[in-house]
């Protein structure tokens, strides 16, 4: 009976770092396809959303199963309703990456109103932010998650420093603004899949520990 839940928990854990990968890859080509307008990769993204809602309900079905079958206590049980958690959280960083992409289909052709900086340097810590999040859910490395945790602060001040700069573009030119707000946009979905790493952080210390720290 152990061997068979250590053998399905390690295959829900496999599935929730497949769904990980797939949403990475969707923020990333999210955000490729703003620097280079490209509508085609922006409609793959939103496509992809599917896919990644797919993975959500079949895990969470799976984590379901495990507990009602196997019926774990104590440590096992929280690392089953973290996975569960963390699938919620992937989902919805799915959602985040096919909103920039409706971003870059609304900007479509125009000339962008000035010089991609902030959104990819945003992109590249969110996104590496999620890759070790996971690495510390696969290692049960609590020191790694609260480092990682504690980073949101440098994701909320270029989403700062995005609004700041485009408001002022807004006041000088109006027919900036719709782009701007476009831009608006985007930075604030990269700032919430921030928040949710952070979560994800939470969760693996709770995982390991049984105690729920905010960050």
């Known amino acids: 009976m152990r061997k068979n839940f250590n053998e399905e928990l390690k ?14 890859e969707s923020i990333y080509d999210s955000v490729e396809a703003l620097k280079n307008q490209d509508l085609n990769l922006a409609e793959k993204v939103r496509e992809k959303d599917d896919r990644i809602d797919e993975f959500e309900k079949k895990l969470e079905e799976k984590c379901i199963q495990l507990i009602a079958l196997q019926q774990p206590v104590a440590r096992d049980l929280r690392t089953i309703i973290v996975i569960s958690k963390v699938v919620t959280d992937l989902e919805r960083i799915g959602d985040h990456a096919s909103n920039i992409a409706l971003m870059v289909e609304n900007i479509g052709q125009k000339k962008l109103i000035k010089p991609l900086i902030d959104v990819p340097r945003m992109t590249e810590i969110v996104n590496r932010r999620l890759r070790d999040s996971l690495k510390a859910f696969v290692e049960v490395d609590v020191d790694l998650a609260q480092k990682i945790a504690l980073e949101d602060d440098e994701v909320d001040k270029l989403d700062e420093q995005i609004l700041r700069e485009l408001l002022t573009f807004m006041m000088e030119d109006p027919s900036t603004i719709g782009q701007a707000m476009y831009l608006i946009f985007i930075s604030r979905f990269l700032e919430r899949i921030g928040d949710h790493t952070t979560n994800i952080c939470e969760r693996i210390i709770y995982m390991d520990t049984g105690q729920r720290d905010e960050y």
């Open 11 to 24: 295959k829900l854990k496999n599935e929730m770092l497949k769904m990980s990968s797939i949403v990475e």
